[in-house]
């Protein structure tokens, strides 16, 4: 069975806003992620047309995380893994798939609409009586949800951030229900994992750790509204292309030479994998 949630991600802004802002964060929150040999890697970035959506940019990136993931994962994936991510994305509609072709198995399917409201459109991605079912949503806060420690910074901390700006912020409690501008993220998250033994744990594992980058990245797109603030959107892909170029960089600035000498023991742990789920 597929797990589907719906996570509604409010921030202080307008979805026109957000559309560089969205750009801004993505680019700079990968460059930032990213070290030697490991990271998010942009291989194409080109236009691309819908008959229903009209024009948009599509993206395929792979990400390179074998280190951090948890060791009952990476007893099954090789050290050179890395997932795919393909994006369409039709702003204020967007559509992206992870997959890995080391587990074909695994589908991660994200469908996401943007709307000027604090979360309160019932269906806002169309989902079928089935899938409505099912469907759990989490409301996400990204001023007073818990964030992993490891990602926590006070100078992107919604709770403390004030825009010189637009003079928006610090958020207190309850301002999804007060504050203007507002707008919501509405995402819809399938994943599917089909190997018995496993399902349900690396399916839950997925959930969480997309949680935890949808706050992370939601929060980073209000705590750096004065960087992207009043760019045109010529501005914002001239500065996507830089950043990708020097997220690439940085991915490929590895030692190498090992990855082979790396891939050929992990034959010899997937027999175990089971053992290590606990």
């Known amino acids: 069975m597929?797990?589907?949630?719906?996570?509604?991600?409010?921030?202080?802004?307008?979805?026109?806003?957000?559309?560089i802002g969205q750009l801004y964060m993505i680019a700079r929150h990968s460059l930032?992620?990213?070290?030697?040999?490991?990271?998010?890697?942009?291989?194409?970035?080109?236009?691309?047309?819908?008959?229903?959506?009209?024009?948009?940019?599509?993206?395929?990136?792979?990400?390179?995380?074998?280190?951090?993931?948890?060791?009952?994962?990476?007893?099954?994936?090789?050290?050179?893994f890395y997932v795919i991510e393909k994006s369409w994305n039709y702003y204020p509609y967007?559509?992206?798939?992870?997959?890995?072709?080391?587990?074909?198995?695994?589908?991660?399917?994200i469908k996401t609409k943007?709307?000027?409201?604090?979360?309160?459109?019932?269906?806002?991605?169309?989902?079928?009586?089935?899938?409505?079912?099912?469907?759990?949503v989490d409301h996400l806060d990204i001023a007073f949800d818990d964030l992993s420690p490891k990602h926590y910074k006070r100078e992107e901390d919604p709770k403390f951030?004030?825009?010189?700006?637009?003079?928006?912020?610090?958020?207190?409690?309850?301002?999804?229900?007060?504050?203007?501008?507002?707008?919501?993220?509405?995402?819809?998250?399938h994943a599917s994992f089909e190997v018995w033994g496993l399902q349900t744990k690396v399916e839950d594992f997925?959930?969480?750790?997309?949680?935890?980058?949808?706050?992370?990245?939601?929060r980073q797109a209000f705590a750096w509204l004065d960087e992207w603030h009043g760019m045109t959107l010529e501005d914002v892909r001239d500065y996507e292309r830089q950043k990708q170029a020097e997220t690439n960089e940085k991915i490929h600035n590895t030692s190498g030479g090992n990855e082979a000498n790396e891939a050929s023991g992990d034959?010899?742990?997937?027999?175990?994998?089971v053992d290590e789920v606990d």
């Open 2 to 19: 597929v797990l589907t949630k719906e996570y509604r991600v409010c921030m202080p802004l307008t979805v026109e806003e957000y559309k």
């Open 32 to 80: 930032e992620q990213s070290e030697a040999g490991e990271g998010v890697e942009v291989v194409e970035n080109r236009p691309c047309e819908d008959p229903v959506h009209g024009k948009g940019q599509y993206t395929e990136k792979h990400i390179h995380l074998s280190s951090r993931l948890p060791y009952w994962i990476q007893a099954i994936c090789p050290r050179v």
């Open 94 to 109: 967007t559509l992206t798939e992870y997959t890995c072709s080391f587990i074909p198995k695994l589908n991660v399917l």
């Open 114 to 136: 943007y709307e000027d409201n604090n979360g309160s459109t019932e269906n806002c991605l169309d989902l079928s009586e089935e899938d409505l079912k099912t469907r759990s």
């Open 161 to 189: 951030y004030k825009s010189e700006k637009t003079n928006r912020g610090p958020l207190i409690e309850g301002w999804r229900e007060t504050d203007k501008p507002i707008m919501c993220s509405y995402k819809v998250v």
């Open 206 to 218: 997925i959930q969480r750790g997309i949680r935890e980058i949808l706050l992370l990245g939601h």
């Open 267 to 273: 034959a010899a742990t997937h027999n175990n994998v």
